[in-house]
Every structure is written in structure tokens, then in C-alpha cells.
């Protein structure tokens, strides 16, 4: 089973609107934290937003928020007044558990490419 | 600007070359990462050091061969590589690799096998 899934390959959005990028995920693991990158075209992975699975508050970053759904198992971005700059590839991760090293496995989606409208 | 650098930025390389992939993190993070990226694939992690012990090797063919000379530093080394390798190498770092921490990628080096 995918352990991350975005189901948008592609969106748009009008500049200045707002929109959300889906993401939902598996785990059996009580403690997890949930993570958004975006990817301009120049390949910089740039880190947004973090949501650990046992805060009780909604995220929030300046123009980005995640809603956190923790019985749906969802974490979906929400990009407000959306700029011309937020033009990109986005991906939702995931941390979680332990291998035998202790390190704790970081599983990225597929990614949403976003792309803003004049 | 990244606080984490890779370079060289694009690379060229034939199916006999050596070449190696440089990396460095000015966070004073403990643990760094490669990670590879294909067109259409997800992210796949390639190699994870943890204080500068190699803690993972995620099923990586030989011709790639990681280097960590110090928790600051981290090095990708490439021989007779395939054109199928070709691909965005990232790097990255996080306080540590064994607790709750973010994970800051560097820029990417974009590699290509010809």
C-alpha cells in the first residue's frame, strides 16, 4: 500500500486565490510527522511545513496551513493568495518508525504540480 | 539561500568516467542524506549517515560509493555508471537521523550518463 498518496498530478489557480493540495497517508504508527517540500524547476527541495501527529493545533506558516485530519489520515496543504512564485512542484512526506538502525523513515508522494494563472 | 550546497550543479559524465558529488551542510546538523530523483518516480532514498556512521544503504548497486568525512560534509563518488542513473542527486541534512527532525535539502545536482 502507498504510504503517501497525492491524487493530483496537476493543478491550477488564479493568482491571488487561495487553493489546496491533497494529501492522505498510511501509517499504524502512533507517532509521525507529516511534511510539505516544494520543488521550483531549479530542483531545490525547499522545506514548508511540519505537523507532528500529536499536536493539537493546525500548522501554520506564514501563507501556507495544513489541515490535519487525523482520522481521515489526510494532511492537506492550503496555500492562500496564491503568487506567481508558488509556481511548482509540491510533495507531501511522511516520517515514521524505526529500522533496525533507528532511523526514522522519511516516505515522500508522487507530488502536485501547481501552477498560478495571471 | 540553501543551507545546504551541492556541487557541481549539472554533470555530464560518460559510462566509464569517475566523477564524485560534493555536499555540504552549514546547520550543524548531525545526520545527511543522498536521496535520488527520477522523472515520474518518487523520491528514493539512497544513503543516511548519523553522526558520520553510514546507518543506511537502501539497496544501492556498488557504482555508487558514499563518502563521510566529517558530520559537515558528504561525498557521492560515481564510476561506470548507467544511463538509467541518470537523475537529480540530493542532498540533505537534519539535526539528527534518530528523532523528530526536518529534514533541508540542498539545490540538487542534476546528473546525466551519456
Known amino acids: 500500500a502507498q504510504k503517501i498518496t497525492q491524487t493530483q498530478p496537476g493543478m491550477f489557480v488564479q493568482e491571488k486565490e487561495a487553493v489546496t493540495l491533497d494529501c492522505t497517508y498510511d501509517t499504524s504508527d502512533p507517532s509521525y510527522g507529516l511534511f510539505w517540500y516544494k520543488q521550483p524547476s531549479s530542483g531545490e527541495m525547499i522545506f514548508l511545513i511540519y505537523?507532528?501527529?500529536?499536536?493539537?493545533q493546525n500548522a501554520t506558516e506564514g501563507r501556507y496551513s495544513l489541515n490535519f485530519q487525523k482520522a481521515r489520515k489526510s494532511a492537506n496543504l492550503v496555500i492562500s493568495a496564491s503568487q506567481l512564485g508558488d509556481s511548482a512542484m509540491y510533495f507531501c512526506a511522511m516520517r515514521e518508525g524505526w529500522n533496525s538502525g533507528g532511523y526514522q523513515k522519511v516516505t515522500f508522494g508522487t507530488g502536485t504540480k501547481l501552477q498560478v494563472i495571471p | 539561500e540553501t543551507g545546504v550546497t551541492q556541487t557541481p550543479r549539472h554533470l555530464v559524465m560518460g559510462m566509464t568516467n569517475k566523477k564524485s558529488l560534493k555536499c555540504e551542510q552549514h546547520l550543524g546538523h548531525n545526520a545527511m542524506y543522498w536521496y535520488k530523483q527520477s522523472a515520474k518516480k518518487p523520491l528514493e532514498l539512497m544513503f543516511v549517515y548519523n553522526f558520520k556512521e553510514q546507518t543506511e544503504n537502501n539497496s544501492v548497486p556498488s557504482r555508487f560509493s558514499p563518502e563521510c568525512p566529517n558530520s559537515s560534509h558528504l561525498f557521492l563518488h560515481l564510476h561506470t555508471l548507467q544511463p538509467e542513473d541518470s537523475a537529480l542527486y540530493l542532498c540533505?541534512?537534519?539535526?539528527?537521523?534518530?528523532?523528530?527532525?526536518?529534514?533541508?535539502f540542498g539545490e540538487g545536482s542534476w546528473l546525466t550518463v551519456v
Open positions: 540533505a541534512s537534519s539535526e539528527t537521523a534518530t528523532g523528530p527532525n526536518t529534514i533541508y
Open positions: 505537523q507532528g501527529s500529536y499536536d493539537q
